[in-house]
């Protein structure tokens, strides 16, 4: 069974930085991507970043320059993976639900309908 579990999010003033991290395990897939995306209450959930399994990675335009999404293969399993997302340079807009998913489908990095798996998610909270 796919378990996604995020940690790392929390409260910050504007301008600071938070990394967040999931923890993937039990997945069987050879060919998958991962990807953060957040959420605030009455908006539809929003893609931040995106990477593949060869390391490519998709930014949404609002986090391009200021977030880096990275992955971290376990090297004593084939499935096992740790996702991040460093967030530098943070603004009250980037206040959200921030959830990890990975995808076996087609890849459409941000689009969160291709993705199949889905952490509990980790509150940000910016402060101005």
């Known amino acids: 069974q796919v378990q996604l579990v995020e940690s790392g999010g929390g409260s910050v003033q504007a301008g600071g930085s938070l990394r967040l991290s999931c923890r993937a395990s039990g997945y069987t897939y050879s060919s998958y991507f991962m990807g953060w995306f957040r959420q605030v209450p009455g908006k539809e959930r929003e893609g931040v970043a995106a990477?593949?399994?060869?390391?490519?990675?998709?930014?949404?335009?609002?986090v391009k320059g200021r977030f880096t999404i990275s992955k971290d293969n376990d090297k004593t399993s084939l499935y096992l993976t740790s996702l991040y997302l460093q967030m530098n340079s943070l603004k009250p807009e980037d206040t959200a639900m921030y959830y990890c998913?990975?995808?076996?489908?087609?890849?459409?990095?941000?689009?969160?309908?291709?993705?199949?798996?889905w952490g509990q998610g980790t509150q940000v909270t910016v402060s101005s």
């Open positions: 998913a990975l995808s076996y489908s087609r890849w459409v990095p941000l689009d969160h309908r291709q993705y199949n798996r």
């Open positions: 990477i593949d399994s060869d390391g490519s990675t998709s930014y949404a335009d609002s």
